[in-house]
């Protein structure tokens, strides 16, 4: 285990996750802390949206979740975790695709203890094109991040 000060709490990375850490500054950009994350969200529900998915955003939480609303179903795909300093974003996102889930009963994930993790091979039903879905999602990034 890593301690690292940024926004969130534990999560899990590994395999079969697309991780990204964007360095954005957000003076740059005008934006804010809160309407970068917003982005972020935003962009992975588009993504999740292409494979017929409906993520969605859980008040008081950042990330991305299948189900915020159903007792007991809420699942988190997209773990979000930013900091900035002098306006300069540092750390980011965790998209699960292919991971195993296994690992996130050794802890508690974001620490939620009432909630799920899933990813895009469960909610597929099976496994995903590791590398179509870095390339959609990197579009997407593109599209919502212009240069």
Not at 33 to 38: A, C, E, G, R, S
Request: charged residues 25%; neutral net charge.
């Amino acid at each position: 285990f890593y301690h690292i000060n940024r926004g969130g709490d534990i999560t899990y990375h590994g395999p079969g996750q697309i991780t990204g850490y964007p360095v954005f500054d957000l003076d740059t950009w005008k934006l804010g802390l809160k309407q970068y994350i917003d982005r972020l969200e935003e962009t992975i529900i588009r993504f999740l949206a292409i494979y017929g998915i409906k993520g969605e955003r859980l008040a008081g939480a950042t990330g991305v979740w299948i189900d915020p609303g159903v007792p007991r179903k809420a699942r988190k795909i997209c773990a979000i975790g930013v900091k900035s300093s002098r306006f300069v974003t540092m750390h980011g996102f965790a998209l699960n695709i292919n991971t195993d889930l296994d690992y996130f009963s050794l802890i508690n994930p974001c620490g939620f203890k009432d909630k799920g993790v899933t990813s895009l091979e469960k909610e597929m039903g099976m496994e995903q094109d590791f590398e179509e879905a870095k390339a959609r999602l990197h579009s997407l990034f593109t599209e919502m991040f212009p240069e």
